[in-house]
């Protein structure tokens, strides 16, 4: 038998009292992928993770993780069976120093791996080492994104849901965190990415989604990234 997907939604449906935010989504997530959504601004994006998340009720719909039905769950125990958002905005402890924002990515912990997730993501993320006596708050917008991203990861997550990691970032910090992402991959990570940068997304995804006012339009793959045509209709379909 196939290898259940690490993430699987089906028929997932949102609403903001009559307003439908997300309608009838489904995708696949497995270990070791990438998995893309872009989309127009109120595409109903960060919305899709919320409610993967359990931090906006579905009105329908399933989400399973590893196989197991997580939908309705509160957000801590959907994190407590392997699932991490690191939500746009960064939203890390400012006061607290780098090396304490990641211990308390630890908690999350589900007692089932090695001693060694700190050094993974100082190694993942070099220059968190070097900072990790500092306070968080003096860090770079950059260097907070790879703070974020490294809490999570020492959670050692299944499934790593990604909210515009390159918002509000400079071109070269941008590429720090696409490359940081591709070794998320080769660790065995699944990773729903959600990123406004679409062509960088649809060339390192495995697939990319394309979400428009709450539906998926279109899947594109890596060859479709310098494909002009398609990128536009990406966005108009």
């Known amino acids: 038998m196939a290898e259940a997907p690490a993430l699987s939604v089906r028929n997932l449906e949102v609403r903001y009292g009559a307003v439908p935010a997300v309608r009838n989504l489904s995708l696949d997530v497995g270990k070791g992928e990438i998995v893309g959504l872009i989309g127009p601004n109120g595409a109903g994006k960060s919305t899709t993770l919320h409610a993967i998340m359990g931090l906006v009720p579905a009105r ?4 399973s993780l590893d196989g197991s039905s997580v939908l309705g769950r509160p ?5 407590h069976r392997g699932m991490a958002l690191v939500p746009e905005g960064r939203r890390i402890y400012a006061d607290f120093t780098v090396e304490e924002n990641l211990r308390l990515g630890l908690a999350a912990r589900r007692g089932r791996y090695g001693k060694n997730v700190l050094a993974g993501a100082y190694e993942l993320f070099p220059v968190l080492r070097e900072f990790r006596r500092r306070q968080a708050g003096v860090l770079s917008g950059g260097q907070q994104q790879q703070l974020a991203i490294a809490r999570a990861l020492v959670a050692q ?3 790593l849901l990604l909210d515009e990691p390159s918002l509000g970032l400079a071109p070269a910090l941008v590429d720090d965190v696409f490359a940081a992402l591709a070794d998320i991959r080769e660790g065995g990570f699944a990773v729903l990415l959600v990123e406004q940068r679409a062509q960088r997304t649809v060339a390192l995804a495995d697939r990319t989604h394309v979400l428009s006012n709450g539906e998926l339009r279109l899947t594109l793959g890596p060859d479709d990234a310098g494909d002009t045509q398609k990128m536009v209709a990406a966005y108009f379909s």
Do not use: M, N
């Open 157 to 159: 997550p299944d499934v």
């Open 75 to 79: 957000p801590e125990a959907i994190a």
């Open 60 to 63: 329908s719909g399933t989400v």
